[in-house]
């Protein structure tokens, strides 16, 4: 695996473009960041912002049909995606998908997206708003193999590419790059080293998940947050490693049936209720607090090898009732929960 | 990969049981040759069944398609036989099972499966004595594990008529079934308790009173029967095996260890609502694990690990 | 994800920002809110985050229908627009124009209404024009108009964070409003004070300082008592009370000897806590008070809001940042639907139908003679149609057999026109006893404008091809008009309709769309004195000179409980529905999380009536019965319980009393006396149309 500097980087958005369908992150005509797809002759540079819609719906769709009943059989409708690829994914979007490549590592609808993608990183060298990654070890640096290729700006427009995977390698053959000297990859270190430091102090959520996991977060604490939970789903639908979905049946025209699955919430009080109306989480604050136990569980530490949470404060900014990541791990500090 | 599609099957015949509740025969459907071509199927829909239909164990279950309206979980009550024939108990529930209910004969569904962890595989086979406990229709997943028991015993029983020896095997290993309704209503699964009557030793509770309860049934729930079940056995159980509302469980296993019995021998199915039964959906929760995929069978150690961490047992459906 | 399109969510009055996903296929996938929006800020609620399942529904209405009998048949838009045309100008000749009317809609765009009240005015000739603002605001507008001069909320949005104390009336914002509720939240934590009035523990009662939980309908007792102890203790607000308005002294004698004590019976509060508000409220620097349902639908519904009024003005605390009296409006274009005119007796802008010189203005304007009296309201046309005298009714976005009070009454009536017209998204239980049936657009298939409830006129912007054959309201009126010989209606495009708005309607008067693509829309009034718009009301003068201190008196609600209807029930909503549901319901979602109608009963009523938690019941009162499954929860009162109105299974409103506010012909939905009980065990409740069709058999001569 080799790096390379490049000093204009649309040579690679154009090349990479000619191969795959090309989707960026350029922002709508209110300054809204978020992902689009672009035919060549609409490539724009590239920004360092976080959309608000993270990339999982690229690969778990937020609507998509599972099959079709024709009256005698069940077929399977998976999707046949042209190869396509997200240019420019920061480190917390990418450990992200890292950790639902693992979870729907068998989910045939799932892998035929992701076996059509290349994942393009960038690293982010100054923090974003709410942004926590480096204390959930999420950035601000692409992680190792999280990516196909990673992109570091080095300022004056120019860019390292440093290849991570043979799908990144056989992606930018045929363009005569240049290759980067080691000092390069010592700047990047120095550049990233320098960007968490300007993160601000977060202890409060270092200590928060400690007290998650000492289990000594009393029921009455997750009651009274949840008195906040409107229930709107925005955490789930923004957090990228949420990953609940329900599905329904719709009818088609010839009398013909297509189950179809959709994004669902766990903080939805009919999650779980049973069709006998008993439900193991009908109170809210248990629903509260299993949220936040899939992001900050060590038994989920366990199975993914990190914690749920990637840092990229979606749930902050998106909740109505102010009970996102930093308003919680707050709480629980001012709490006082030791006694 | 997961195969999220289901066999089609075929509605065979029903038999009311009570009011809301039925049993169901279905036949698993092959796909055939002309069908492959008229529909242009894949090749993962031409085996002659996707699933492991051969290999179902009792306390797994199979997630049921009705075409207009989608899937719901429910246990086998017989294993599929060779023919692809197998049993399921179904309540009329919710909307699914509404729909199952307006279905006739000849009628085409789906069908996935077999998934999750049934009853421990190795205890009615040695020379365990069981205590199993249900609660309503918490019975019908524990149906398969008491018939294979009693077809053994039968089974045995031929063959010490023939050797004409006394049945040992018989005083060794004993089952109990404590079975708790709420009323006589409630009281579900007819056919199999006539079946099993003359076998196993069966105690009745209802939690109502009830004027013309018979002989063998006392008010109270299962735990009022328990030291008396407890003491019908020659050697004290060894294993027990509970389904039934969840807090009847909690309660029956929490004495059950005070009886003695170690929190791993002691075995519960729970009932989750599920839409995908492969561990993807999320639906079916309890803590890290998911109980189409861990379960629905846990240990009562199992489950106490669990629930420690994610319990908030107290909310009004458990009135 | 391919495209993004902004534009305003339709769910409710708070107009918050959205941007619609589309595919490659233009297929709508989802939503994100705007994070630039200046008032939803990065935020939607559990509807807005459903929007893409409401407009993509399976069962949505795609081609005119034509009902022969029981069945509807497909026809051709020429057609539909022939026959409907030949028979309203049929019924014209035969009865008049008093016999035909238009009902509009809260949830269509503020050209969709203006074209309504128009083709109404200057086609057929009739005020018989309204919409549904009659079953949630009108009190605001009327009483607001006799107190203020205007009946709007007179502070905004972003009040909420630049004031010290907030007083919610009778409505749950988190549960309707949820992103103004989810501000009054932040703020709350951010230390404002925040006082809760409501029968219910809502949500914002629980984490409230404190909660007046008052019996239902004893409101003015309440607000006359806190008036009391304002005036006795002199902390009312002198200089702006001389300087600004007038009838304090009447006032002031009125509420003399309504001491706190005195209504401890009536409200139920104690006198302590009444002092202690007044004291909050009269004292803070800014303090801005909210209501909603809580107060408009009684027979007291005016006098409630004058009541309220009286309060923010005796202590100043109106015409300034952080104050004021802010009505929470339901729907997503209610106030629009008003400022356009939807009302039997104002034109747009609220111009007077019997002014002469506004006869005159659009007179003039409009090419034609405009009709001169008040026309009927919407349970007037429904009034009159019953007794013959009113015949043919063009209706669009709007249930009124679910959401009308007593909707025996609604349907019967519905059913004895000659004709009815209904345009819609799917078709409700209203649109089924309709005799043509026209496939409306939704919201992300058509351009225009929507008003929230802070009064900021906002874009829409078209996001899909209308499905099948469906067209924007203004479009068919446009069509229908020129069938039936009439050019009043022929724009050419939705930007033409809005012009014509702002020529006519002062506070519109310096809009245009450009300006509202380039500011996130404007407040009005918008005049080439305010050109920028106008967020605060009344900040130096009211539009009628000085405000009205109005003194009103306490009235008990017309049924009160009694030995054979032991409960008073009450109605409310559920963030997770909207109206009468016929968007939200269709979201797997928001479906799932109350499958079916619910009845909220506190434990102790539940335990004496030996009803369990999510048991079948019946409930049943002088008007109706119905089954529905009780919810045990603190949240009610000993003695009241309360529905929804979502549910078409189990429409509270069977149950609703119709007895009216004299001023508004507001029902009084909020208060009637119920007769609950447990169905047998494992009953599975029926909906109204099972219940239905058993008593039509029942009723069969044998």
């Given at each position: 695996m080799k790096t390379y500097l490049i000093d204009d980087l649309q040579i690679l958005q154009l090349h990479l473009s000619h191969y795959f369908q090309f989707n960026q992150v350029i922002k709508n005509s209110d300054g809204q960041p978020n992902w689009q797809q672009l035919l060549p002759n609409e490539i724009k540079p590239l920004i360092d912002e976080k959309p608000q819609t993270s990339a999982k719906g690229f690969f778990f769709a937020e609507q998509e049909n599972l099959l079709i009943f024709n009256g005698e059989f069940f077929q399977e409708t998976l999707p046949t995606p042209k190869a396509f690829v997200l240019f420019g994914m920061q480190s917390c979007d990418l450990t992200a998908i890292h950790y639902q490549d693992q979870f729907f590592k068998d989910d045939p609808y799932y892998q035929a997206r992701r076996q059509q993608c290349l994942l393009v990183g960038l690293d982010c060298i100054t923090p974003c708003k709410n942004g926590f990654c480096p204390t959930v070890n999420a950035g601000p640096g692409v992680r190792d193999n999280y990516a196909d290729l990673i992109l570091h700006p080095l300022g004056d427009q120019q860019w390292l590419v440093i290849e991570q995977s043979d799908k990144g390698v056989q992606a930018i053959k045929g363009l005569r790059l240049k290759e980067a000297r080691s000092n390069a990859l010592t700047k990047r270190e120095v550049n990233l080293t320098h960007c968490e430091q300007l993160f601000p102090d977060d202890s409060y959520i270092t200590q928060g998940i400690k007290k998650i996991n000492a289990g000594n977060i009393p029921n009455t604490f997750w009651q009274k947050v949840a008195i906040?939970?409107?229930?709107?789903s925005g955490c789930t639908t923004l957090c990228p490693t949420c990953s609940c979905y329900g599905t329904r049946t719709l009818k088609q025209d010839n009398n013909h049936f297509s189950q179809q699955r959709f994004w669902d919430s766990c903080l939805y009080e009919g999650f779980q209720r049973e069709a006998s109306f008993n439900n193991p989480s009908v109170d809210a604050g248990s629903r509260v607090h299993r949220f936040w136990q899939h992001k900050f569980g060590d038994a989920y530490f366990t199975d993914f090898s990190r914690y749920g949470c990637v840092g990229c404060g979606r749930c902050e900014e998106t909740c109505p009732g102010v009970i996102g990541v930093h308003s919680v791990m707050k709480r629980i500090e001012q709490e006082n929960l030791d006694a | 990969m997961l195969n999220h599609i289901p066999d089609s099957i075929e509605l065979v015949d029903y038999v009311d049981d009570g009011e809301q509740a039925r049993h169901y025969r279905f036949r698993i459907l092959p796909s055939n040759k002309g069908n492959i071509e008229k529909y242009q199927l894949q090749p993962s829909q031409q085996h002659h069944w996707q699933y492991n239909w051969g290999k179902v164990q009792p306390g797994q279950f199979f997630m049921l398609n009705v075409p207009s309206l989608g899937e719901a979980p429910f246990t086998f009550t017989e294993a599929p036989n060779k023919q692809g024939e197998f049993r399921a108990f179904i309540r009329k529930m919710g909307q699914v099972t509404s729909q199952l209910f307006t279905m006739q004969p000849g009628d085409i569904l789906g069908a996935r499966g077999p998934f999750g962890r049934g009853w421990p595989l190795n205890t009615t086979s040695s020379n365990n004595n069981t205590l199993v406990v249900a609660g309503g229709c918490g019975l019908a997943p524990l149906v398969t594990l008491i018939d294979n028991f009693v077809n053994r015993l039968i089974a045995q029983r031929a063959i010490s008529v023939q050797t004409n020896q006394e049945s040992i095997q018989e005083e060794k290993q004993q089952l109990v079934l404590i079975y708790g309704a709420r009323n006589k209503g409630a009281q579900l699964l007819t056919p199999e308790r006539a079946r099993w009557h003359e076998h196993i030793k069966i105690f009745n509770t209802l939690d109502e009173y009830e004027e013309n309860k018979s002989a063998t049934t006392v008010q109270g729930s299962p735990l009022t029967v328990l030291p008396k079940a407890l003491g019908f056995f020659t050697s004290p159980p060894t294993i027990a095996m509970l389904c039934g509302p969840e807090i009847m469980m909690k309660s029956v296993a929490t004495s059950l260890t005070e009886y003695g019995l170690a929190s791993n021998t002691i075995f519960l199915a729970l009932e989750r609502r599920m839409h995908c039964a492969v561990g993807l959906c999320g639906h079916c929760y309890i803590n890290n694990q998911y109980v189409c995929k861990s379960g629905p069978t846990f240990s009562w150690q199992e489950y106490q690990e669990l629930i420690n961490i994610s319990d908030f047992s107290t909310n009004f459906s458990s009135n | 994800m391919t495209k993004l399109i902004n534009t305003i969510c339709p769910f409710c009055g708070v107009g918050c920002g959205i941007n619609l996903k589309l595919d490659n296929n233009d297929q709508l996938m989802g939503v994100e809110p705007q994070i630039n929006h200046p008032i939803s800020q990065g935020k939607l609620c559990d509807k807005g985050w459903s929007t893409a399942y409401a407009i993509t529904s399976s069962n949505r209405l795609t081609q005119p229908l034509k009902r022969i009998n029981k069945k509807f048949y497909p026809i051709s838009w020429d057609e539909a627009l022939t026959s409907i045309s030949d028979e309203l100008q049929g019924i014209i000749e035969q009865w008049g124009s008093k016999a035909v009317g238009v009902i509009s809609s809260a949830r269509a765009t503020n050209e969709d209404n203006y074209a309504a009240q128009k083709f109404a005015r200057a086609v057929l000739k009739t005020n018989n024009i309204d919409h549904c603002a009659r079953i949630c605001h009108s009190p605001t507008v009327a009483g607001l108009k006799q107190s203020l001069g205007s009946g709007a909320m007179t502070n905004s949005a972003k009040d909420i964070f630049s004031t010290d104390l907030i007083l919610v009336f009778g409505a749950d914002p988190t549960e309707n409003h949820s992103i103004l509720g989810g501000h009054i939240i932040q703020a709350h934590l951010q230390g404002t004070k925040l006082i809760v009035v409501d029968p219910r523990v809502t949500r914002l009662a629980k984490l409230s300082d404190h909660h007046m939980q008052l019996k239902l309908g004893s409101n003015i007792a309440l607000i006359n008592a806190l008036l009391h102890v304002i005036i006795e203790e002199n902390t009312y607000d002198e200089s702006f009370v001389k300087s600004r308005c007038e009838g304090f002294d009447y006032l002031a004698q009125h509420v003399k000897k309504i001491t706190p004590e005195s209504v401890e019976n009536i409200t139920g509060v104690s006198a302590q806590l009444i002092r202690l508000v007044a004291k909050l409220y009269s004292q803070s620097k800014r303090a801005m008070i909210f209501y909603g349902m809580g107060i408009t639908q009684y027979m007291s519904g005016t006098n409630n809001v004058i009541s309220l009024a009286n309060l923010a003005l005796l202590c100043g605390h109106i015409g300034k940042e952080g104050t004021g009296v802010n009505p929470l409006r339901g729907q997503n274009n209610v106030q629009g639907a008003c400022d356009m005119g939807c009302l039997p007796n104002v034109n747009p802008g609220y111009q007077s139908v019997d002014d002469k010189n506004v006869q005159e203005k659009f007179s003039q304007a409009w090419h034609t003679q405009i009709p001169t009296s008040p026309g009927l309201t919407s349970l007037g046309m429904t009034k009159a149609a019953l007794s013959g005298e009113f015949r043919g009714l063009l209706l669009f976005g709007e249930d009124p057999v679910v959401t009308d009070p007593d909707q025996n009454q609604v349907k019967s009536s519905l059913k004895n026109l000659d004709l009815l017209v209904v345009a819609e998204l799917t078709l409700t239980e209203t649109a089924k006893l309709a005799d043509f049936v026209l496939p409306a657009a939704s919201f992300a298939e058509k351009e225009g404008t929507f008003t929230n409830c802070e009064r900021r006129v906002q874009r829409l912007n078209q996001v899909l091809a209308p499905v099948g054959q469906a067209k924007g309201d203004w479009q068919w009126l446009k069509a229908l008009a020129k069938q039936m010989g009439s050019d009043q209606l022929n724009w050419s495009t939705t930007e033409a309709v809005f012009s014509e708005i702002a020529s006519l309607t002062p506070s519109y008067q310096a809009m245009t769309y450009q300006k509202l693509d380039e500011n996130y829309g404007l407040q009005w009034p918008c005049t080439n004195e305010s050109p920028n718009g106008t967020a605060i009301l009344h900040t130096t003068s009211f539009p009628i000179g000085k405000a009205q201190l109005i003194s009103v008196s306490h009235t008990d609600v017309d049924e009160m409980p009694d030995k054979d209807y032991p409960l008073q029930l009450t109605t409310n909503r559920l963030h997770f529905h909207y109206g009468c549901g016929s968007m939200t319901r269709n979201s797997p979602l928001l479906e799932r999380e109350t499958p079916v109608g619910i009845l909220f009963i506190n434990p102790v009523d539940a335990n004496h009536l030996e009803i369990h938690h999510q048991d079948g019941v019946s409930v049943k009162s002088r008007r109706g019965y119905l089954e529905t499954r009780a919810m045990l929860t603190q949240d009610v009162p000993v003695g009241l319980v309360s529905m929804p109105y979502h549910f078409k299974e189990a429409p509270s409103n069977q149950l609703t009393n119709t007895a009216q506010d004299p001023v508004t012909k507001m029902p009084e939905l909020k208060a009637c006396a119920v007769l609950v009980k447990a169905l047998g065990e494992g009953e599975v409740p029926k909906t109204i149309a099972q219940l239905q069709q058993e008593s039509s058999h029942e009723n069969l001569p044998y």
């Open positions: 906040q939970c409107l229930g709107c | - | -």
